[in-house]
């Protein structure tokens, strides 16, 4: 019987990885940079790019074809397979590998499907119930912790069981917890004294805020911008907009801020730089917790008003070499506070309206959904919204005539 999950995934990877480096003179270096597994990818995604015409010829389960991958490259096609994909399996965070990366992976190994492999299995490696470290440098969380638990054992048999042995261990585990004891309140105060260098370095928190300019900012917002009106790939990105979910919530005087896009997530902080103007600092979600796409935006509250302008440094978040730095205004208009955010995703809903869904569950129990995605500026309610988000909003860093679309 085949492997399944985890190790089945973890042991075909390494070896594709083996084949592609003999077979390309080169060396793919495994961590958590997904640009590094990439050109595996590439070579895998030529085959699972197929599969809806392959299963006959390979021995494989059937795929549903995607018509709409007929007009598409790399990696836009349904089934594709990225960098992202190949370090989240090679590492061991992903527990049920998508079927197609599996297949393709025994195809472009062995030149069969896993169906027909499993009949007549060529490599026995993958019908042992316990994996095996195929190199000394494999990348995954599985195999290490499996590289730690038998050297732990061997180190626990070593252990002598003379009494005199054991109480001189013991002597030496007391000196070394004093000392670590010693060394950690010597770091505790470095850091300490380094933490409140940096928060005077960095202006983190200059402002200590009331409770009424907490509850100002504090709660869910709606977020309208137009950056989709930026991108240069999209050709009918004219006088798009796209609505964000983001929430503020209070933290020692700073605010934890998140925000749900169409795309992608935004993680960062909030502080009050005076009473009404609010920095925020924000990146994009991964999962390797880089710094990717760092933006800035300076939001001025007023009680008088619904919405409110801010002003970002942002990108269009195009692909690429055409992901571009732009000034951009910003809509914001608050909610409501309390409750809870869920984010629903790879569901039949997602599907349909191809969109993302957020679902707000308030603290009273009623529920409301948002759907994010790129929208028609007109379609905005109020009208007014249509003034402050057309492409005469947006600021591009150099002067060119290709990123916005005149009328």
């Known amino acids: 019987m085949l492997k399944k999950g985890k190790e089945e995934i973890i042991y075909l990877l390494n070896k594709c990885i083996e084949k592609f480096e003999a077979e390309n003179g080169t060396i793919l270096t495994k961590n958590t940079n997904r640009k590094n597994y990439e050109p595996l990818a590439i070579a895998l995604s030529d085959i699972s790019s197929q599969l809806p015409l392959t299963s006959e010829k390979y021995g494989h389960q059937e795929y549903e074809a995607d018509r709409a991958s007929e007009s598409k490259k790399y990696p836009f096609r349904k089934y594709d397979i990225t960098g992202g994909q190949v370090r989240d399996a090679l590492m061991g965070l992903v527990a049920n590998p998508r079927p197609f990366l599996v297949d393709t992976c025994y195809i472009y ?88 260098e940096l928060k005077e370095d960095f202006s983190i928190t200059p402002l200590s805020i ?15 911008t137009g950056s989709p009106q930026a ?19 209070e933290k020692r005087g700073y605010f934890l801020y998140k925000r749900y896009g169409a795309s992608f997530n935004h993680l960062g902080y909030a502080q009050f730089d005076n009473p009404t103007t609010i920095s925020i600092h924000s990146r994009l979600v991964t999962l390797d917790q880089k710094i ?26 195009d692909v690429g070499d055409k992901n571009k730095v732009i000034g951009i205004r910003e809509v914001y208009t ?10 629903i995703l790879n569901s039949v809903e997602n599907a349909e309206c191809k969109c993302k869904i957020i679902r707000w569950k308030k603290p009273n129990g009623e529920m409301e959904e948002f759907r994010l995605k790129n929208s028609p500026l007109d379609s905005l309610k109020p009208a007014m919204l249509h003034s402050l988000l057309n492409e005469k909003s947006i600021l591009v860093k150099d002067l060119e005539d290709s990123v916005l679309i005149k009328h």
């Open 334 to 343: 608050k909610i409501g506070t309390g409750g809870e955010l869920e984010e």
């Open 109 to 196: 190994l062995f030149g069969v499907g896993r169906l027909q492999f499993e009949k007549n299995p060529l490599d026995p490696e993958l019908l042992t119930e316990k994996a095996e470290v195929s190199t000394a440098d494999s990348y995954s969380i599985l195999h290490d912790n499996q590289r730690l638990k038998s050297e732990l054992t061997q180190l626990q048999k070593k252990q002598s069981k003379n009494k005199k042995t054991y109480l001189i261990q013991l002597s030496l585990l007391f000196v070394g917890l004093i000392l670590t004891l010693v060394l950690m309140k010597l770091k505790v105060s470095s850091i300490h004294d380094e933490l409140e």
């Open 231 to 249: 991108r240069i790939s999209d050709t009918d990105r004219s006088r798009k907009v796209v609505m964000n979910i983001a929430t503020f919530k």
């Open 292 to 317: 990717l796409s760092p933006r800035h935006s300076l939001l001025q509250l007023d009680t008088n008003k619904k919405f409110l302008n801010a002003i970002s440094a942002s990108w269009n978040f």
């Open 210 to 224: 009331t409770k009424q300019e907490k509850e100002a900012l504090e709660g869910i917002w709606i977020c309208y």
